[in-house]
């Protein structure tokens, strides 16, 4: 089996050979498979011989196009205070709770971004006198699901007022192209991507 074309197959083909964790040389890099989710917890404990780093900071320079400026201390510092400490990782939680909340009752009073499919109407099940009461909706419930966690968490971290027209469009965008350009694919050969980066 080759990576290329049958990647699962090699990697079934290396797990029977190996065991479950194994390491896997692609591309000049090094990529290494744990399949046992039992093994994760005690490889984490080695934090010392993990360091993540330099490929968080190979990653954000093949993605966004900018090298790390600030000082690797003082981001972990600030990355504590603010992301993993009790208080703020608590308040974070709560407010991105309550904007949830207020996400979804928006989205079903005005029933945003449904695609309201209405060829299934001969297929609907006989409902009981209590369903009868409320009008069911039939729609993608992942691009629901998406729209109202995007919606929460773009209030929480920016507030509401960064709410900009056709921001999740451009984010679903940029998210389609992420792992091509983790692979430090150039936006340039990403077609309509590239125009959108240029904006």
């Known amino acids: 089996a080759d990576f290329g074309t049958d990647m699962f197959g090699l990697l079934q083909k290396l797990k029977e050979k190996h065991g479950n964790i194994f390491t896997v040389f692609v591309a000049g890099k090094r990529m290494h498979f744990v399949n046992d989710p039992h093994s ?3 490889i984490f404990k080695l934090k010392a011989d993990l360091d ?3 490929v968080a900071n ?3 320079t093949a993605v966004f196009g900018y090298h790390m400026v600030f000082d690797e201390q003082i981001v972990k510092d600030q990355y504590r205070k603010h992301l993993q400490g009790v208080d703020s990782l608590g308040n974070m939680a709560s407010s991105f709770q309550e904007r949830l909340k207020i996400a979804i009752s928006e989205m079903k009073e005005a029933k945003l971004d449904l695609e309201i499919n209405q060829d299934d109407d001969d297929s609907k099940d006989q409902s009981t006198d209590v369903c009868d009461e409320y009008e069911w909706i039939n729609g993608n419930l992942y691009e629901w699901t998406y729209a109202i966690v995007f919606k929460a968490a773009l209030e929480v971290l920016f ?3 960064f709410l900009l027209e056709n921001i999740q469009k ?3 965008l940029f998210d389609s192209q ?3 350009l983790a692979a430090q694919i150039p936006a340039w050969a990403l077609g309509k ?3 959108f980066t240029q904006r």
């Open 193 to 195: 991507f590239f125009n």
């Open 178 to 180: 992420f792992l091509l």
């Open 52 to 54: 993540f780093d330099a």
């Open 170 to 172: 451009n984010f679903e």
């Open 58 to 60: 190979s990653l954000a």
């Open 40 to 42: 994760l917890s005690s």
């Open 159 to 161: 507030g509401k007022e």
